[in-house]
């Protein structure tokens, strides 16, 4: 099944401990895209990948970091959590190019940061 | 004023009716459209692309007029599962730019 998955789904955690939302795709899409969503605001963009190795900050990248050394995987990386970055966070794939607004996204992982 | 700008909403509306939704883009270098669908705490699904000619897809149809930088989304003979956000996508250059999204609740 075509997909893109997310972890963990959930988290609460306390400020300053780092954390990873992992994010893989078995869709073999070069385009990868983290957001998150808050009440208001809608959907922002923290980072996005447009292939292997390649990655760049979208509109809101402060306070996240991400890699992408192989092409299913994106994660995103919180090194040291403050209250503000708590949100609903979602990945999202696509092949890219023309199709990059056709995008796919996992289930959301809602964290809160204490 | 923000890139990507749709009503607020909320829309209520009654089993059966027709409702449209606007949005409008401030960016004229903008390439592609989208309409995307989220359901309450749910991860946004693309509803359907827009094409300049205009588009349909059963009872929704999606308008582009990019002399007026405006998409619409018509939906024909609303049905209680159509209830959900609906968010207008644009794509600039590869960066895909949300807009905050409208609210449709139908009701029996």
């Known amino acids: 099944e075509a997909q893109v998955t997310q972890n963990p789904r959930y988290l609460i955690t306390v400020t300053g401990k780092k954390l990873t939302v992992t994010c893989s795709q078995n869709?073999?899409?070069?385009?990868m895209s983290w957001y998150r969503q808050d009440p208001g605001l809608g959907l922002r963009q923290i980072y996005y990948?447009?292939?292997?190795?390649?990655?760049d900050k979208g509109d809101v990248p402060e306070g996240y970091k991400v890699s992408r050394k192989e092409k299913r995987n994106f994660p995103l990386i919180l090194e040291s959590p403050s209250p503000n970055q708590t949100s609903l966070y979602f990945c999202?794939?696509?092949?890219?190019?023309?199709?990059?607004?056709?995008?796919?996204f996992g289930e959301g992982s809602r964290l809160t940061v204490l | 004023r923000k890139e990507v700008e749709q009503d607020p909403g909320p829309f209520n509306v009654p089993e059966g009716a027709t409702v449209a939704f606007n949005c409008t883009y401030s960016?004229?270098?903008?390439?592609?459209f989208f309409w995307y669908r989220q359901d309450c705490r749910k991860e946004p699904k693309l509803l359907m692309s827009?094409?300049?000619s205009g588009n349909e897809d059963g009872r929704f149809t999606a308008q582009l007029n990019r002399a007026s930088q405006y998409i619409s989304l018509l939906i024909r003979d609303s049905k209680l599962s159509d209830s959900a956000t609906y968010l207008c996508?644009?794509?600039?250059?590869?960066?895909?730019?949300f807009g905050q999204g409208t609210e449709l609740s139908v009701k029996p």
């Open positions: 999202a794939s696509s092949f890219g190019g023309r199709d990059t607004g056709e995008l796919f």
């Open positions: 869709m073999n899409h070069e385009y």
């Open positions: 990948s447009m292939n292997v190795e390649v990655t």
């Open positions: 960016n004229s270098a903008s390439q592609s």
């Open positions: 827009v094409y300049s």
């Open positions: 996508v644009v794509n600039r250059g590869g960066k895909l730019i």
